[in-house]
């Protein structure tokens, strides 16, 4: 058990995250002494779902209780209206909402309480939260899920990982007609993870419609196993691409969603691993900001682009991440250019060497020793 770095609001709010991100386990050590509604237990789903109104009951039920954790509340999104009421008339009482997935909230019209509950976000592992525990070589093979990395048999966990979503979220709810067609998607578009996405070719490598690939994969983003990267486009001197990059919310299971292959070469496929594992901690660290950060990348007409682009009130830096032990001049390429067009940002270039350098005016970081700095208390520049 890892102590998580996240801090949580003295007031209510929901608590969105994958399967396996631990918020139920965190939950329970942070709040002991909660009421406990949990959806996934049967006779309570059935006791809600038939009457909604029941959450009433069981809050104000137990007046020692004043926290109340509503676990996977996307499966009966019809009682917000009535914690909505409650929070509303003041009773004193924090609702802690979870899910793994906003679909149902979405389709459901669910406006997550009229602003009523803060959106906070548990994601994977950051590396800092192992400590001497994080290994890079492993990170890659197994990703940062505390599902997975504490489990007894951590490539079995994770190799069903797939299987688990599949059966209990896509199938049990229905959400597409032909398990077997959706399968197949997971599998190809794997292959996009660090990407743009073509669509019209993923539809074609499925045997499937274009609308139908969409519709998947706005279903991949609202079970949030999946995340999209705008290109950086302010004060653009350049054309520029105008399609988002994909990746999936952990290394790891890109690992497993990918279908081992003749043809791949290990380094190839440790290197999307590895620009996704310094993605997800990037991201991880913008969505627990106080203010406005967001990630982005950058990518010209003419191919040249950098990874990563992270920009807010306190930060502005421009990072290229390299799964190779040497700093080549051509590794810089892209971000000298994007230093021309931004010279208030400042580049680095994360590869996986030991020794801090410094080239034509670029910082070059060990990318382990990078992963381990980063906390959503400090600012994100490890430099001096």
Request: with cysteine; charged share 25%; aromatic share 10%.
């Amino acid at each position: 058990m890892y102590k998580r770095f996240f801090k949580p609001p003295t007031t209510s709010y929901f608590l969105f995250g994958p399967r396996g991100t631990g918020k139920t386990t965190w939950l329970h050590q942070e709040y002991p002494d909660a009421l406990w509604i949990d959806m996934l237990d049967t006779d309570v789903f059935k006791s809600l779902s038939s009457s909604p109104g029941r959450v009433r009951d069981l809050s104000l039920g137990d007046a020692r209780k004043k926290v109340v954790v509503i676990d996977e509340v996307q499966k009966v999104p019809e009682i917000l209206s009535e914690v909505h009421k409650l929070i509303e008339e003041k009773r004193g009482l924090q609702f802690i909402l979870t899910g793994s997935s906003a679909r149902k909230l979405k389709r459901e019209g669910v406006d997550l309480l009229a602003g009523r509950a803060l959106l906070e976000k548990m994601p994977p592992l950051y590396a800092g939260e192992m400590g001497s525990d994080f290994a890079l070589p492993k990170a890659l093979t197994l990703g940062m899920v505390p599902l997975i990395v504490n489990a007894e048999d951590p490539i079995r966990t994770l190799k069903s990982y797939a299987g688990l979503y599949l059966r209990e979220e896509v199938q049990a709810e229905g959400l597409v007609r032909k398990i077997g067609d959706f399968s197949r998607f997971l599998e190809v578009i794997s292959f996009s993870h660090g990407s743009i996405i073509n669509t019209s070719n993923i539809a074609r490598e499925c045997h499937v419609d274009r609308k139908t690939v969409e519709n998947y994969q706005q279903i991949l983003e609202d079970l949030l196993l999946c995340f999209y990267l705008p290109v950086f486009s302010r004060r653009a001197k350049r054309e520029l691409s105008v399609h988002p990059k994909f990746y999936f919310f952990d290394c790891g299971i890109f690992r497993s969603f990918r279908p081992a292959s003749a043809f791949d070469m290990a380094s190839e496929l440790e290197g999307f691993a590895l620009e996704g594992l310094v993605g997800q901690h990037l991201r991880a660290w913008c969505d627990q900001q106080t203010e406005m950060n967001t990630l982005s990348f950058w990518r010209t007409r003419a191919w040249l682009e950098v990874d990563f682009i992270v920009f807010g009130p306190t930060a502005f830096l421009a990072i290229e991440v390299k799964n190779s032990s040497e700093v080549h001049p051509g590794n810089l390429r892209g971000l000298l250019s994007f230093k021309e067009d931004y010279p208030e940002a400042t580049p680095i270039l994360l590869y996986r060497g030991k020794q801090r350098l410094l080239q034509k005016g670029i910082l070059c970081l060990p990318v382990e020793e990078f992963l381990l700095s980063i906390h959503p208390a400090r600012p994100i520049m490890p430099i001096k």
